[in-house]
């Protein structure tokens, strides 16, 4: 929705007098030759973050105003306000073409990836606009069905952990915990941001650490909604991660088992948004980030050598379930990572922040405050996943090696 300030406001309120809203161009972030990210204590700016781009929900165009609905299209930011289209995943899938929504994307080397793994990169990130929140905590006795809850675009919003985060709309950060206590939480990119015109309702995929301009684009892995409804011409099995190429880049199958095998089985969870789904068809991936480095780049490939395969890190869609104790199957914030080499059964939680990403962490720490939800009881849905450093720096990767070892040893240190 546009702001006006009131002095805009005439005493008839004639508001159609006053001018129609337009995207903001997008200004390419100026860079050294050779800029590379590296990590450290401090937080850089999304302004000096090179290559970004994001995904709304619903997808959208810049074209002309801004703001108009257009499935598959991404859309570059610069981190002053500015922005353009990007990459438009729409026709690239010889075996699926329907025009569905994205709500996940990376690029296949995404830097920094290790970085976060270890603990040593500051994590970005993103939450759904709509949750499924119960009446009460469903564990103190009253519980009851679950609804539909949308959840601010804009923040500060404050959950059960303490934390003061941004809203629906903006991207917050969690600190590396190399460098600050567990946990320790803020707002990186506020709505205006991100986008000034329309401010964005609801981030659901981030890439970052791109070419310039960012229109260009690098995120050439994303996921659809709904996961187990990508298949083929002949309703084929499902994918939850694609390759620009067009190909499937991990099923939907292999998801399924990876977040199982932590998770149990779905049990009587369901997939309430678009539509209810249940059992294993529910699981749908909703953030991303990739590290294929071993064979071709649009396979997920074992290391043939015996060593870590190519790797993810994501999340899956809330998937809320009266019978659990809970209320929750999946909060939708349990952050995975699943290794090539190990396979669905060798699936972890991601450790970053000096805790783990995992079921109990977001019931304990990411359960929204009830002013934001009147008065009901509802965990966050992260849906959007980056890793940031402390700077970039003109230098080759060596450069950047040397900060990472050196983070790393101060890890040590503090471990």
Known sequence: MMRYPLGLLCAGGLLAATPLQATIPYKPVALPPGAIPAVGPGLISPAATFGKEYSHDVDQSTAGGGGLADPQQIIAWDGLGGAADGLDYSGTRPGYAPDDQVDAAANHNDALFRQLRDDLAHLVFSHDDLISTY?????????????????????????????????????????????????TMGTWAPQAAVNGMPLPRDVDALEVWGPEP???????????????????PAGGPGTSVWNLSGTPYISHATIAAAVTSLLG???????????????????????????????DPDAFDRDPNGGPG?????SIQQIPDLTDPDGYYATGSELFV????????????????????????????????????????????????????????PEPASVGLVATLAAAAVWRRRG
């Open 135 to 183: 009446p009460a905590p469903p564990g103190a006795g009253g519980g009851g069905a679950f609804a539909p809850t949308p959840i601010p675009s804009f923040g500060p919003l404050v959950t059960s952990g303490g934390h003061v985060i941004g809203g629906a709309g903006e991207i917050s950060f969690e600190r590396a915990g190399a460098y600050a206590p567990p946990a």
């Open 214 to 232: 960012g229109t260009t684009g690098d995120a050439d892995k994303y996921s659809l909604q709904v996961d187990f409804f990508s298949g083929g």
């Open 265 to 295: 089985p779905v049990g009587s969870g369901v997939l309430p948004f678009p539509t209810f789904i249940d059992g294993d068809d529910a699981i749908n991936v909703d953030a991303l980030m990739v590290l294929d480095t071993i064979g």
């Open 310 to 314: 190519d790797q993810i890190i994501f």
């Open 338 to 393: 699943l290794d090539a080499s190990l396979g669905p059964a060798g699936t972890t939680y991601l450790r970053h922040g000096g805790h783990l990403w995992d079921h109990s962490f977001a019931l304990s720490d990411l359960v929204i405050s009830p002013n934001f939800t009147d008065g009901r009881y509802g965990v966050l849905d992260i849906n959007a996943i980056e890793a940031v450093g402390e700077l970039v720096v």
